[in-house]
């Protein structure tokens, strides 16, 4: 959306038809929502714009087949290093030589994606973050092969689709995740050692630091399941940090399938 909407020929891939029909139907309802802001004053002019954003954008259900015509690839797919590999592996074959493949993890490896193709030089990081029509950051990172050229252009396309670029090493959870997932499991720990409530804490966060939202809420937001499969990696890499110690009632309810907002429960319940 962002990238159509800056003036970008955006292909949009998925795996079928009607996926990839609700994603379009997703981006016209978010484009509505920005117009009314935007074009407050205006309705034709922001008519206008959500025509000639979709306009700029096409779908299909082939990435190989469109990966010719491209000059950055953006991956946003299930959180699965292997799937992921295996992606780009295939687009590597067909993508011209100049063809920059970034992708949005938020806590795999990117070297390990790289490294698995035969432009590493040409292989970088673009995290967006959720919802990315109102989230102005993206975080570039750099791998130790990435080619100073190819970040340049990573950080000129964040700019050129309106985003603020922060600059990271390819490490794990980069800057915002490496910060907030630790402090996530710092919150559960204190809520499972009892020494305070689950709600007390997430209203102490809001109003003490002013966060949007509390460690819970944010948790049950973001997914537990995620949230665990993130800090089960980061545990493998660096079995001795404490910061990274599994939780065992984190554990507990994505055993439960209790995973959050998606499934109607997590640490709170949701009708």
């Avoid at 994603?23 to 929502?33: A, C, F, P, V």
């Avoid at 010719?68 to 590999?85: C, G, W, Y």
């Avoid at 980061?234 to 009632?249: D, I, R």
Wanted: charged fraction near 25%; aromatic fraction near 8%; hydrophobic fraction near 40%.
């Amino acid at each position: 959306q962002v990238a159509a909407a800056s003036g970008h020929t955006v292909v949009l891939v998925d795996q079928s038809d009607e996926i990839l029909k609700k994603s379009t139907k997703g981006i016209e309802e978010s484009l509505k929502r920005v117009i009314k802001k935007k074009f407050a004053d205006k309705p034709e002019a922001g008519a206008e714009f959500i025509k000639k954003t979709l306009k700029n954008l096409t779908t299909s259900t082939d990435a190989a087949s469109v990966v010719h015509s491209t000059d950055l690839v953006i991956e946003a797919i299930v959180e699965n290093l292997e799937v992921k590999n295996k992606l780009f592996q295939t687009l590597d074959k067909f993508a011209p030589e100049h063809t920059i493949f970034a992708s949005n993890t938020s806590s795999l490896q990117i070297t390990k994606m790289a490294n698995t193709t035969t432009r590493q030089d040409r292989f970088g990081g673009l995290h967006f973050f959720n919802p990315v029509p109102m989230m102005k950051l993206v975080e570039v990172i750099k791998t130790p092969m990435t080619s100073q050229k190819t970040f340049e252009s990573l950080v000129d396309f964040s700019k050129a689709v309106g985003k603020s670029p922060v600059s990271c090493k390819d490490t794990p959870g980069f800057i915002v995740n490496r910060l907030l997932v630790p402090y996530m499991m710092e919150a559960v720990r204190l809520f499972e050692r009892g020494d305070a409530s689950k709600e007390d804490i997430d209203v102490a966060m809001k109003l003490g630091a002013g966060y949007p939202m509390g460690p819970f809420e944010l948790l049950d937001y973001v997914g537990l399941d995620t949230s665990k499969y993130i800090i089960d990696g980061w545990h493998s890499l660096e079995p001795n940090n404490p910061l990274f110690a599994p939780s065992p009632l984190l554990n507990k309810l994505v055993e439960e399938k209790k995973l959050g907002k998606k499934t109607g429960e997590g640490f709170y319940k949701y009708k």
